[in-house]
């Protein structure tokens, strides 16, 4: 396998690293001193769970495990870069959720004061208006007392 031959061990410490490099020659092994790069990938073989740092140029790559000996692929690192921003939107998107919720609950409690004042209003209304219905009561008492009045006296004069 062409791909197989696009990688060297090294000694990282006490861990042991695999690292892509397209120049070496088939089964090469090479010791080298040397840590992990900022464009390295970082990832964990997934049938054995060994961590392992590839140079960025291995991305996508099928590599050997050097403890399973399985053949695993090296992720992108624009897949890693993928996921994390998917959840930045998420988190995003969440934010956003909890905002709109917390707006929500404003409004509610704003409606709630214009219905309460509402209410009152009515309240006040109300009153105002039996209020006024008794006093038209009264005046319609008054009123009647004097159809009454008139009436028993046009009796009297009809009856002169
Ligand atoms: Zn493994």
């Excluded at 690192?77 to 956003?96: F, R, Y």
């Excluded at 219905?115 to 009153?127: C, V």
């Excluded at 219905?133 to 005046?139: A, F, I, R, V």
Aim: proline share 4%; charged share 25%; with cysteine.
């Amino acid at each position: 396998m062409a791909e197989e031959t696009k990688q060297i061990r090294v000694e990282l410490g006490e861990a042991e690293t695999v690292v892509a490099v397209p120049e070496v020659g088939e089964g090469e092994e090479l010791k080298l001193n040397i840590s992990i790069q900022p464009n390295d990938i970082v990832f964990d073989c997934p049938h054995c769970s060994k961590s392992m740092a590839i140079d960025g140029a291995g991305a996508g790559l099928a590599i050997t495990c050097p403890d399973c000996q399985n053949i695993i692929q090296v992720p992108y690192p624009d897949t890693m870069a993928a996921e994390t921003a998917a959840d930045a939107s998420q988190m995003q998107n969440l934010h956003e959720q909890l905002t709109a919720a917390q707006n929500r609950v404003a409004d509610l409690a704003a409606d709630l004061d214009v219905a309460n004042r509402r209410i009152d209003h009515l309240e006040k209304t109300q009153s105002e208006l039996k209020t006024h219905l008794e006093h038209m009561s009264t005046e319609w008492g008054v009123i009647q007392n004097a159809l009454d009045r008139v009436m028993a006296l046009m009796q009297e004069i009809r009856l002169r």
